[in-house]
């Protein structure tokens, strides 16, 4: 009987360590996907900066464009806005994935 309770306490030691190391597993892939998450946010902001500022150039440079430049420029200002709305719906599925993968693990 002694070595049985030897056995069933070694077992439960194994046990506890076996949930230990995956949780810190568990933990460690909770940090990489907040952290690419935290990465895809900036990314996004900075994206989103970069086309406003084409935008501005682009409307800036219409006032005193002839009317057949003024039509390349609002061509290529609703291509960045189409662009970008695309980048966001991706990203907006790519969170979406996230949170779920999330709260899975919660």
Known sequence: KAEW????AEAQQASAETKAALQAKVD???AALKKA???AKAKWDAM???AKARI???EAQIKTASD???AKYEKRI??????????????GKAADLAKD???VSA
């Open 68 to 70: 057949e430049t003024k």
């Open 56 to 58: 501005d150039a682009l």
């Open 5 to 8: 309770e030897e056995v069933k």
């Open 101 to 103: 993968a999330l709260s």
């Open 48 to 50: 989103e900066a970069d």
């Open 37 to 39: 998450g935290e990465d």
């Open 78 to 91: 609703a291509e960045i806005k189409a662009d970008l709305a695309v980048r966001k719906e991706k990203l």
């Open 28 to 30: 460690a892939a909770e």
